[in-house]
């Protein structure tokens, strides 16, 4: 069994981000407190695909890929990131 996919919260949680977003991992409060709710690996998978395209789409977080893929490995877990290019 894969280990649980870790949160994509960088622990620096500073809201300067255009819509209150986290200058590390581009989420807001809402959405950091959303992710604690998910159980499921499947969820937990989704839920930082549609991140990484909302960091795409707004050009933030850009050192959050190589920080969450660091992240993951220490936890044992795979980085969903197989699923997308680049």
């Given amino acids: 069994m894969a280990s649980k996919l870790p949160s994509p919260c960088l622990d620096v949680c500073k809201f300067r981000l255009d819509g209150g977003r986290c200058i590390a991992c581009a989420m807001t409060k809402k959405q950091k407190k959303g992710y604690k709710a998910l159980s499921k690996n499947k969820q937990r998978r989704a839920f930082v695909l549609e991140l990484l395209g909302q960091q795409a789409a707004a050009k933030s977080a850009r050192g959050w890929r190589r920080a ?19």
């Fill in 68 to 86: 969450y893929l660091r992240k993951c490995a220490k936890k044992g877990a795979e980085a969903p990131f197989d699923q997308i290019a680049g």
